[in-house]
Nanobody
Framework: VQLQASGGGLVQAGGSRRLSCIAS????????LAWFRQAPGKDREFAAA????????YYSDSVKGRFTISRDNAKNTVYLQMDSLQPEDTAVYYC???????????????????WGQGTLVTVSS
């Protein structure tokens, strides 16, 4: 599967932004989808994931309550709604996918074998 992320840009602190990621190929509904992010000078980290089948969602503590991940299987698209953005949310956001991923590994990047190109979100103070 190929992933194409979009929606990045410049936003003021306290504002909102929605990222989208469209996937090519078939059987989108069997993939766990996630967003990882990498801030300047920092390691990449998990942000949010949505499971195949049940669409259960998972969030890192740093984004919980502010970000919402969702998916539209009919459109082969996953979204990340980001609210109450802060300067520390500035990062390149990567859309990733893994087929039938075990629930224990939703936040572990090495288990995701499909990666999009990343989209930059810059939050100004």
């Amino acid at each position: 599967v190929q992933l194409q992320a979009s929606g990045g840009g410049l936003v003021q602190a306290g504002g909102s932004r929605r990222l989208s990621c469209i996937a090519s190929g078939r059987s989108f509904n069997i993939y766990t989808l996630a967003w990882f992010r990498q801030a300047p000078g920092k390691d990449r980290e998990f942000a949010a994931a949505i499971r195949y089948g049940t669409s259960a969602t998972y969030y890192s503590d740093s984004v919980k309550g502010r970000f919402t991940i969702s998916r539209d299987n009919a459109k082969n698209t996953v979204y990340l709604q980001m609210d109450s953005l802060q300067p520390e949310d500035t990062a390149v956001y990567y859309c990733v996918a893994a087929c039938f991923l075990h629930d224990d590994y939703y936040n572990t990047e090495r288990y995701y074998n499909f990666w999009g190109q990343g989209t930059l979100v810059t939050v100004s103070s």
